[in-house]
T-cell receptor, first 114, second 113 residues
Framework: AQSVTQLDSQVPVFEEAPVELRCNYSSSVSVYLFWYVQYPNQGLQLLLKYLSGSTLVKGINGFEAEFNKSQTSFHLRKPSVHISDTAEYFCAVSENNQGGKLIFGQGTELSVKP | NAGVTQTPKFQVLKTGQSMTLQCAQDMNHNSMYWYRQDPGMGLRLIYYSASEGTTDKGEVPNGYNVSRLNKREFSLRLESAAPSQTSVYFC????????????FGNGTRLTVT
């Protein structure tokens, strides 16, 4: 069965510093990978997705993620964060034979301090 | 451009009461989903509907029922609410297929006392 682990529950960082949010998954078949962001009291919004092709995926708001099949990882990065990036971030995986069902990680709270 | 609309936004129930959470999407999506979000547990799938006329259980279906009323609407019913069902509930929709991202509503915050 597939599963997703986000290795950090909270990540505090100063404004303009780089950040990496870590995500590992397990699956016995090929997968599609997603990162979502949730701002306070809102639903989830898609940041980026990996479906196939280039392993480096760029998303909205300057975020990018790299798919590493051998390490079963899909870490999210941003070279310089802003206060407005403060939110909760979720990694999710979908197996290619399971329709659109997503399995989510536990979430990482990114807190950007001035 | 409404996207996915959930009602109500907030609800307080007493143990044993019933209620229905409503969800509608205007993106002509085939698939719809109900998730619950609890602190430290991410989102867990309750039920989903791959297409109009079909529904299937997800990871945590006990205590819930669903109805795919038509292509636009997918409701979630709690027949006899329990404190363990205190959570934030999200409805989502997508085009059919594993590579289609989900579009989420803004959630319903439910408290069961």
């Amino acid at each position: 069965a597939q599963s997703v682990t986000q290795l950090d529950s909270q990540v505090p960082v100063f404004e303009e510093a780089p950040v990496e949010l870590r995500c590992n998954y397990s699956s016995s078949v090929s997968v599609y990978l997603f990162w979502y962001v949730q701002y306070p009291n809102q639903g989830l919004q898609l940041l980026l997705k990996y479906l196939s092709g280039s392993t480096l995926v760029k998303g909205i708001n300057g975020f990018e993620a790299e798919f590493n099949k051998s390490q079963t990882s899909f870490h999210l990065r941003k070279p310089s964060v802003h206060i407005s990036d403060t939110a909760e971030y979720f990694c999710a995986v979908s197996e290619n034979n399971q329709g659109g069902k997503l399995i989510f990680g536990q979430g990482t709270e990114l807190s950007v301090k001035p | 451009n409404a996207g996915v609309t959930q009602t109500p936004k907030f609800q307080v129930l007493k143990t044993g009461q019933s209620m229905t959470l409503q969800c509608a999407q205007d993106m002509n999506h085939n698939s719809m989903y109900w998730y619950r979000q609890d602190p430290g547990m991410g989102l867990r799938l309750i039920y989903y509907s791959a297409s109009e006329g079909t529904t299937d259980k997800g990871e945590v279906p006990n205590g819930y029922n669903v109805s795919r009323l038509n292509k636009r609407e997918f409701s979630l019913r709690l027949e006899s609410a329990a404190p363990s069902q205190t959570s934030v509930y999200f409805c989502a929709s997508s085009r059919q297929g594993s590579n289609s991202p989900l579009h989420f509503g803004n959630g319903t915050r439910l408290t069961v006392t």
